[in-house]
């Protein structure tokens, strides 16, 4: 695509086709122009077939992790959740989120994977997960899996700017969001096939490979506790394998927050 900002010229961004979603989506696509949250919509619904998409061209009240808000402005981004049903115990469904991070890490070049699954460009956040499990009668019933990723956004508020990025702010060309997505939800499903399969084995060597959090120093943040270790794997469940005083431990990726000592990364 040309790049409009160097020439002035005025870009209309594309709206989603989610008719052309469909042939990457094994399930029903739900298009909306403007919903509350994606996420919100998908744990609503029943009767919802395995692997649907939620995808919407703004979000009034995006979510993010650890209760914090996501802010989703009309078609400069991808907001997105996917609807899935797997038969996994309780304890891997924090796992999906890994690998929804590393599809999305797959198809934005140069980008790098923070765990447990903020996409990273030149050390700034492009792409943030949600996971989110119903449970029916004490069994997961389904999982939601949210993906949000700033592909047009060209400016920041002041309090984001510092951690937060954009396709395009990294590549100073806008992109067409609908190859973006499909791209995205093509790696997804093979992905994902392939762990119901196999498990999170398959994809650990690439998921450690790109992950930046290892080798750093970095603070992990549970609710008022915060302590200060060194990353230095990732499990063959997912979880981060770190080094402190006290010898080596493991993190899951449930509600904690993880920052480099020297900043956000
Ligand atoms: C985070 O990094 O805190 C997670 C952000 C997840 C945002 C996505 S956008 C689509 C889906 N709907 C939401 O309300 N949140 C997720």
């Excluded at 994606?38 to 744990?43: G, L, W």
């Excluded at 395995?50 to 802010?71: P, Y």
């Excluded at 047009?152 to 190859?179: C, G, M, Q, V």
Aim: glycine share 6%; hydrophobic share 35%; proline share 4%.
């Amino acid at each position: 695509m040309k790049n409009n900002v160097e020439k002035n010229i005025q870009y209309t961004f594309p709206n989603i086709n989610p008719k052309n979603l469909e042939s990457v989506v094994p399930g029903r696509v739900y298009y909306f122009e403007k919903t509350k949250s994606t996420n919100t919509e998908a744990k609503l619904k029943d009767n919802v077939p395995d692997k649907s998409l939620f995808i919407a061209e703004e979000q009034e009240s995006g979510r993010g992790r650890l209760g914090r808000e996501w802010k989703s402005p009309a078609k400069t981004g991808i907001w997105m959740s996917i609807y899935l049903k797997p038969q996994i115990p309780q304890d891997s469904i924090s796992q999906l989120t890994l690998l929804a991070g590393l599809a999305v890490s797959r198809v934005i070049p140069d980008s790098l994977i923070k765990w447990p699954n903020d996409v990273i460009l030149s050390g700034k956040k492009v792409c943030g997960i949600l996971t989110e499990m119903i449970v029916k009668n004490s069994i997961p019933d389904r999982v939601i899996c949210g993906i949000g990723i700033n592909v047009n956004t060209d400016s920041f508020p002041e309090d984001l700017a510092e951690k937060a990025t954009s396709i395009y702010l990294h590549t100073k060309k806008f992109a067409d969001r609908n190859n973006i997505i499909k791209a995205v939800l093509s790696e997804f499903f093979s992905i994902y096939d392939a762990f119901i399969k196999n498990g999170f084995d398959t994809i650990r060597k690439e998921y450690t490979e790109k992950c930046i959090t290892i080798g750093r120093e970095v603070s992990i943040i549970c609710g008022s506790e915060k302590k200060t270790a060194k990353a230095i794997d990732i499990t063959e469940k997912g979880e981060l394998l770190i080094e402190t005083e006290n010898g080596t431990e493991i993190v899951n990726s449930g509600e904690v927050s993880v920052r480099g000592v020297l900043g956000y990364c």
